[in-house]
């Protein structure tokens, strides 16, 4: 089957950077998704990464290394409207998505 | 991009009725998908809507209970039949615009709550 594994909880002070990982066990991988969700909203989109690396927007950055079946992202200059849940989610390729169990960060002034 | 709606944005059953779920997308979009989620939880793929075709359910979700209609390639419904009260939950359709592009849309949700 597959799963994805993340924090459940991380705590950051405004204008510092976190890591939130993903360690996924899957078959037919294809790539790995970030969706930000505050509480009481609709998932949105942050990035995806289909090779390995680091792929960068703007504060957001999300690596993969799919030999290690891991992945983070990173979150530079913390606000606080970036306190929100953050899910990993695995696409296989008929382009569904499996969601991790998600980590609920929250920035702190 | 696409902006997609559902209707009813929530909504209050009686066990043993069944409630419709509608989702527009307001562009034709590739994929069509629906999911689950209970508060303070993650989301769960029930299914994808097929244009045309019977829906691809996921593991532990089943047609009967969960019929899904795609007619068109910007509209889809989902049907929770039988309510119990373990079928309150969020429901959230989705959509991926085309095969060059890797995000999906989510609409607003559905909060259902079945006494």
């Known amino acids: 089957g597959q799963s994805l594994e993340q924090p459940s909880e991380v705590t950051a002070v405004e204008g510092a950077i976190v890591q939130i990982n993903c360690t996924y066990q899957?078959?037919?991988?294809?790539?790995l998704s970030w969706y930000q969700q505050h509480d009481g909203g609709a998932p949105t989109f942050l990035s995806y990464n289909a090779l390995d690396g680091l792929e960068e927007t703007g504060r957001f950055s999300s690596f993969l290394s799919r030999s290690d079946s891991y992945g983070y992202l990173l979150l530079q200059e913390l606000q606080m409207k970036d306190s929100a849940s953050y899910f990993c989610?695995?696409?296989?390729?008929?382009?569904?998505?499996?969601f991790g169990s998600g980590t609920r960060l929250l920035v702190r002034p | 991009s696409a902006v997609i709606s559902q209707k009813p944005s929530r909504d209050i059953c009686q066990r043993g009725t069944s409630l419709t779920i509608q989702c527009q997308v307001d562009s034709q979009v590739t994929m069509m998908f629906w999911y689950r989620q209970q508060p303070g939880q993650s989301l769960t793929l029930i299914a994808t809507?097929?244009?045309?075709?019977?829906?691809?359910?996921e593991s532990g979700f089943v047609i009967d209970k969960f019929p899904i209609s795609r007619p068109n390639l910007t509209f889809s419904t989902l049907t929770v039949s039988n309510m119990s009260p373990e079928d309150s939950s969020i429901y959230l359709c989705?959509?991926?615009?085309?095969?060059?592009?890797?995000?999906?849309?989510f609409g607003p949700g559905t909060r259902l709550t079945v006494l």
């Open positions: 899957t078959s037919g991988f294809y790539g």
């Open positions: 989610a695995w696409m296989d390729s008929s382009y569904k998505l499996i």
């Open positions: 989705s959509a991926k615009p085309g095969t060059g592009n890797n995000e999906q849309f």
């Open positions: 809507a097929n244009q045309g075709s019977e829906a691809t359910y």
